[in-house]
Every structure is written in structure tokens, then in C-alpha cells.
């Protein structure tokens, strides 16, 4: 099963060998579909400027809000100019299980008339411009990069950050989008199922995000001096942006407008808000009251958790994950980071690694045959995770390392002190 199966299942087996049957007549082009995976483009962009941007500048301190938006705002440039070079070539296109092919360095090929009345679709996306769904997916890429910065917040170095999310996107990111989603992609072929990125995505990045905080070390005075949150206002703002950018991102994995992006809506919506309370509830019984940020932080939990499973679950399902990734990922940032002592700043780990490994293996719990008109294996869905917890921590710690080897990664103990925004950007909040 893979992840436009549905689809898949429509094509003949030769589709899968080279980019000659990715040309399509115009007239198998769906003006619905397209107009909604262009707007579902979008909205998973506005999900990582400013949704995420915002987000994460909210529970920074004042001096380094400036440079922890500036860091998202970064990211989506290069990880656009990253994709549109290499990395959708080699995430998409044909060649093996592991890794694809070169026929898509920077677009070539891509919308190309070749004869008159055509034009090039990805096959399992046939009603909408190959244009689109590169732009689509460029947007996952941006996000994965983005979610990352979270976990070191407020003590890493901007070029430092550059160039860490650049090589990860290359050597991680692009490799496990292909082995997931592509055509004849190695997980793909086993069975996972990920239908919007809670494995490619989430796990991903809060792995990698994980491995630089721990890499990188504590801020200085982490658990000794109070670092609250500068504007929750922010956080509450980026997060309702996120929220609303989210339907784009799993309801527009569809890549049609039909019933199971309605389905994909449905159950988005219901995980997000449900968890958004079950977080609150938990504050309570653990005899704090409900925060502004606990309620932010249930959403995305909850958002996070149904993203593998939007299209492959029922609305009743979709209720049982919000509960279930919210209650683990509240554990996992308010008890374990404290007892294990490891400074993950914005919790990128907590929420969308812990997030992405519930919703992930909740997605073969729940996943209904009446809706994927096929079943899903627990035992696959526990092996892409292990995979890639593996294979992400792995290379994020060997990326820092030879990155090391060059260059501080860390701001110094003054720097830090004073505020990345002044000594990145030479800018500050008045």
C-alpha cells in the first residue's frame, strides 16, 4: 500500500519504470482538483510563514524573537531552491527503492509540452499539472526543515542553522520521502502507511531537532533560571494559523478534490480539537489550570497525530488518536524532558517527534478497510518509525559532527546572553 494507492491501483505496472507515461493529453487535467491542490500548496506554505514563525517566536524570549521568525523565513528560500535543484528530482522521480533519479535537476522536463495538447502529471496525480504537486510537496519539505529549529531554539548560530537544515533535507528528508511515498519507494512497497507525513515529516524533524539540542547542549541557565514565554499572543496566533494550514496539508494530500479529502478534513478537524481539550484536561488533573499554551500545544499534538492517518481513519477513530497523541505527547514534554533533563527549547520532539511516533503506529491500529479498501499492518507501521528514529538520528548526529569539524555551531556564552536577534541580525525589538 502506498500512499496514493487508491491510485496507484488504476495505473498499469509499466507506469512505474520511466517519465514516459508522465505525459498526459491536457484534457485528463481537472480544473477542481487543480484550483485545490494550488490552494492546498499554499496553505501548507502559510502553515511555515508565519503559522510556524509565529509560533515558535511567541515562547522564545524578547531577545531572540526576531531571529527565531527570521529562521523559518530562511529555511523556506533555501529548502525552495534545495528542491527545485535536486531534491524533488530525487525524492519523485523514477530509478530505485532507495533513492530517485536525476531526470528532475532543476524541473527539467517538468510541464513540458512535448506534443501539442500535453503536458506532464506524477502518475497516481493524473488530474492535476506535475507543476502542482512539485509545489505541493516543496511545501512539506519547507515545514520538515522549519519544525526543526524548535528544538534548539535561542542558542544555535543562523548560518550554522543553514547549513545543518540544508544537508539534512538532502541526506534525510529527501531519502525518506522517497522510500515512503514515491513510486516503488522501499517502505512504500512493505505496506507503511503515512498519508500526510507523520513519519516523513514529524518523526523526522523531531528526531533531527532532538539530536541537535542534545549535540548543541542546554541553554545556559536551562532548569535553573525561569525562561518563560515572551508573547503568548504569538504562540496562540501562529498556532490558529498552523491549525488552518493544516487542512491543506492532509486534506490536500488527496491531491483531488473528492471524498476522501473530505474525509481528511473531517477527521483533521476533530483530532485537532479534541486533543486541544484532552491536553487541558490533563493541566487540570495534574493540578495546574488550563493554559493558553497547553491549549495550543494540544492542537498541534493533536494535529500531528492524525496527519499519517487522516485518509485511512473514520471520524470515530479520529477522536481516540487526538485523545491518545495528546495524553502521550503532555507525558512526554511536562515529565520525561524534565526527568531526563535534555533542553528541547520549543519541544519539536515532544510534540512532533512523540506526536509522529503515536499517530504513526495508531494508524495501523485504527486504519478501516471500509475507507482504504485494504488493511494495514501494526507491525509495518512500528517499522517505519524504527527506521526512521534510526536513520534520522543517525545522520543529524553526523551532519553536526563533520559540521563541528569546520565551524562553532553554538553561539558563544555572551552572544547568547545578549540575544541572537542583535548578534545574528543586528536588529532587536524595542
Known amino acids: 500500500m502506498k500512499r496514493y494507492h487508491w491510485l496507484m491501483a488504476l495505473l498499469p505496472m509499466t507506469a512505474h519504470a520511466d517519465l514516459s507515461d508522465w505525459v498526459q493529453p491536457t484534457s485528463v487535467i481537472s480544473a477542481g482538483d487543480t484550483a485545490w491542490v494550488m490552494l492546498a500548496a499554499i496553505l501548507v506554505l502559510f502553515m511555515t510563514i508565519p503559522g510556524l514563525a509565529l509560533f515558535y517566536a511567541g515562547m522564545v524570549r524578547k531577545k531572540n524573537i526576531l531571529a527565531t521568525m527570521v529562521q523559518s523565513f530562511a529555511i523556506c528560500c533555501l529548502v525552495a531552491v534545495i528542491w527545485i535543484v535536486c531534491g524533488y528530482s530525487l525524492a519523485f522521480t523514477p530509478n530505485n527503492p532507495f ?30 499539472p506535475e507543476s502542482a504537486f512539485m509545489v505541493f510537496q516543496m511545501a512539506f519539505a519547507i515545514i520538515a526543515g522549519a519544525i526543526i529549529t524548535g528544538a534548539f531554539a535561542e542558542r544555535i548560530k543562523f548560518g550554522a542553522v543553514l547549513v545543518f ?18 513510486i516503488g519507494g522501499w517502505l512504500a512497497e512493505d505496506g507503511v502507511l503515512d498519508y500526510a507525513g507523520g513519519t516523513v515529516i514529524h518523526i523526522n524533524a523531531g528526531v533531527a531537532g532532538l539530536c541537535a539540542a542534545l549535540f548543541i547542549g542546554k541553554r545556559i541557565g536551562y532548569g535553573k533560571d525561569a525562561m518563560p514565554p515572551y508573547n503568548l499572543a504569538l504562540t496562540l496566533i501562529g498556532c490558529a494559523m498552523l491549525w488552518i494550514g493544516w487542512f491543506g496539508f492532509n486534506a ?43 491549549l495550543a500545544s494540544g492542537a498541534v499534538a493533536g494535529l500531528v497525530g492524525i496527519t499519517p492517518a487522516a485518509g485511512f481513519v473514520s471520524p470515530q477513530s479520529a477522536v481516540w488518536i487526538g485523545v491518545i497523541t495528546s495524553a502521550v505527547c503532555f507525558i512526554a ?7 531526563l533533563g535534555y533542553d528541547d527549547s520549543l519541544d519539536a520532539f515532544g510534540i512532533h517527534g512523540i506526536g509522529g511516533i503515536a499517530g504513526a503506529v495508531l494508524t495501523g491500529v485504527f486504519v478501516s478497510t471500509d475507507i482504504t479498501g485494504g488493511g494495514a499492518s501494526v507491525l509495518a507501521q512500528v517499522e517505519s518509525v524504527v527506521i526512521t528514529l534510526v536513520y534520522s538520528s543517525v545522520m543529524s548526529f553526523l551532519i553536526l559532527w563533520v559540521m563541528s569539524k569546520f565551524t562553532d555551531i553554538r553561539v558563544s556564552s555572551d552572544e547568547e546572553r545578549q540575544g541572537l536577534d542583535l548578534i545574528s541580525h543586528g536588529e532587536r525589538l524595542e
Not at 99 to 128: M, W
Not at 268 to 292: D, G, R, Y
Not at 333 to 339: D, F, L, M, S
Open 333 to 339: 514534554v511536562t515529565k520525561i524532558k524534565y526527568k
Open 99 to 128: 533513492i530517485g533519479g536525476l531526470d528532475r535537476l532543476f524541473l527539467s522536463g517538468l510541464n513540458v509540452f512535448t506534443e501539442q495538447e500535453k503536458l506532464t502529471v506524477y502518475p497516481g496525480a493524473g488530474s492535476i
Open 252 to 294: 490536500g494530500s488527496a491531491l483531488a478534490a473528492d471524498s476522501r479529502a473530505g474525509m481528511a478534513l473531517a477527521t483533521t478537524q476533530i483530532a485537532a480539537a479534541v486533543a486541544a481539550l484532552t491536553w487541558m484536561v490533563c493541566e487540570v488533573l495534574s493540578k495546574h489550570k488550563p493554559s493558553a499554551l497547553g
Open 165 to 182: 537544515v540544508g544537508i539534512w533535507t538532502l541526506l534525510v528528508y529527501v531519502p525518506t520521502a522517497h522510500w515512503v511515498w514515491s
